[in-house]
């Protein structure tokens, strides 16, 4: 509007949708790097979309500045010049917009100054500060941050709040400190951004690692390859089982989705074959490569089915079965690391005595009670804790334990690095060493986190080109 009045801002007048869809909608494939691999979180909004957002309704459309506005007695063919010069200096915007919501561009500095320079030429006292009341993953005060705006962001959910602190207040806090983990080269690098702490992170994260090897390392023992080599165990297949209600067969029998292990494009499908002996109403599980598996799985959503009879196991019967807690399980494959490839193994009696341990002291309470939501109290488990194996809660709870250790080790370094014992905490806005202890063993806090969405009975495999452990979340990007 001519006279100095409110101008339109780009997103109100129009945005070049395609550009911008197509980044946010690549992102989804995007892992290494993507703030969304820190923690899950529902309903995440694309980066580009927030950035294309904020950057748009923050600069003006050029059709309200004076030079454009339509003068009296415009001609038809002034009429045309002017809104070719509009289109033109859109245009110009646009290509700017498009730059700058590629995921390649999103540190890029050239690019973040250009876009920079557009919101200051259009508020020359300054932009208004961006509020997210809700802000849940944190995209929109982490994109109102990178476009150097005042970011508020708030949420009643703690989760969100710790997200949020971590990515958008805990970084730029320590901004171009260098690490103080001692076995760190500081001549590395200039430590730009928050590049030291992610150093210190990995690093104490290494400590944490080898730590906790050394505690319970016997109860991950190698796995012995088809050559008598050792190799390093990365996944255990198991089964849930359950008595057959067929009286044919007195004995347990699998509850098997899926025998595929592996379904490699190009390669041989590698599956597990269930041997059955009739004779000791035993099943046993073999490793067999190429062709296809012999029979279906076991269970899916209409119920499940005897392996050995052909009997049909209603779910009344297994939700029966585990509320009388006479589930069981038996150990199918063990997934090692190969030479750039997953190996499969047979299981073995060694394998599962490995992973017979006395179970932690560990409450973590009920299961809340909503069939819709919650499946697992309609089938005997009905607290956190039964979640997980003994096996997998004491890895959990050592690495929870090593976490003070880390926090005293963090400010010791701190300490001797030069950083001031002031006693400040993190929430209290400190820069000395209690504030950066917090804020290591809070993103090595997520890691563990994040270990507990995969260590858990009912995390499924991804037999397709992944290979690898799905998360309970269902959180693909997370790998």
């Not at 923050?58 to 045309?80: I, K, N």
């Not at 700058?100 to 890029?108: G, I, P, Y």
């Not at 209600?245 to 098997?256: F, I, K, M, N, Q």
């Not at 397709?464 to 799905?470: D, F, H, L, N, S």
Request: aromatic share 8%; proline share 7%; hydrophobic share 40%.
């Amino acid at each position: 509007m001519a006279g100095g009045g409110y101008r339109p801002k780009l997103i109100e007048v129009a945005l070049p949708l395609a550009a911008i869809n197509a980044e946010a909608a690549r992102e989804k494939s995007i892992r290494h790097g993507h703030p969304s691999t820190l923690h899950l979180w529902w309903a995440r909004r694309p980066l580009a979309a927030a950035r294309a957002v904020i950057w748009a309704s923050l600069v003006d459309d050029p059709s309200g500045y004076d030079e454009f506005t339509e003068p009296d007695g415009e001609t038809e063919d002034e009429r045309a010049g002017r809104l070719g010069r509009i289109d033109a200096e859109r245009q110009r915007l646009f290509g700017i917009l498009e730059r700058l919501v590629k995921w390649e561009n999103s540190n890029n500095p050239d690019v973040l100054a250009e876009a920079r320079a557009e919101i200051d030429r259009c508020f020359p006292d300054g932009p208004p500060p961006v509020l997210d009341p809700f802000a849940g993953g944190g995209a929109i005060p982490l994109e109102a941050q990178r476009l150097g705006l005042t970011a508020l962001a708030g949420d009643l959910n703690p989760v969100a709040v710790l997200i949020n602190k971590a990515m958008i207040e805990i970084p730029p806090r320590f901004a171009g400190m260098p690490p103080v983990h001692p076995g760190i080269d500081k001549t590395l690098t200039t430590w730009e951004r928050a590049q030291g702490l992610a150093a210190d992170i990995e690093a104490y994260g290494q400590w944490m690692r080898d730590e906790a090897k050394r505690r319970i390392g016997h109860l991950y023992p190698d796995a012995t390859g088809p050559d008598g080599e050792k190799l390093t165990p990365i996944a255990w297949i198991w089964a849930r089982t359950v008595e057959s209600p067929d009286p044919s067969w007195s004995g347990h029998v699998p509850l098997v989705a899926s025998w595929t292990l592996a379904k490699r494009p190009g390669k041989p499908t590698v599956w597990i074959e269930p041997v059955i002996d009739r004779n000791s109403r035993l099943i046993m599980y073999a490793i067999r490569e190429g062709g296809e598996p012999l029979t279906k799985g076991t269970v899916d959503r209409g119920g499940g089915r005897c392996i050995a009879s052909g009997a049909a196991i209603p779910f009344s019967h297994i939700r029966a079965e585990g509320l009388a807690g006479r589930h069981a399980t038996r150990l199918m494959a063990i997934v090692a690391e190969g030479d750039r490839t997953r190996t499969y193994l047979p299981s073995s009696a060694e394998a599962e005595e490995a992973a017979t341990t006395s179970l932690p002291n560990v409450s973590l309470g009920a299961i809340h009670v909503n069939p819709r939501d919650f499946k697992t109290p309609g089938y005997g488990i009905t607290t956190w804790e039964e979640l997980f194996t003994a096996r997998q809660l004491t890895a959990l709870t050592t690495f929870s334990g090593l976490l003070g250790e880390v926090a005293k080790k963090v400010k010791s370094d701190a300490i001797e690095a030069g950083l001031t014992v002031d006693g400040r905490r993190l929430h209290e806005d400190g820069r000395g060493a209690d504030a950066y202890a917090a804020a290591v063993i809070t993103y090595l806090a997520f890691v563990i986190d994040k270990c507990a969405d995969y260590w858990s009975t009912i995390a499924g495999w991804d037999n397709t080109k992944g290979e690898t452990v799905r998360t309970l979340s269902g959180d693909r990007r997370s790998r």
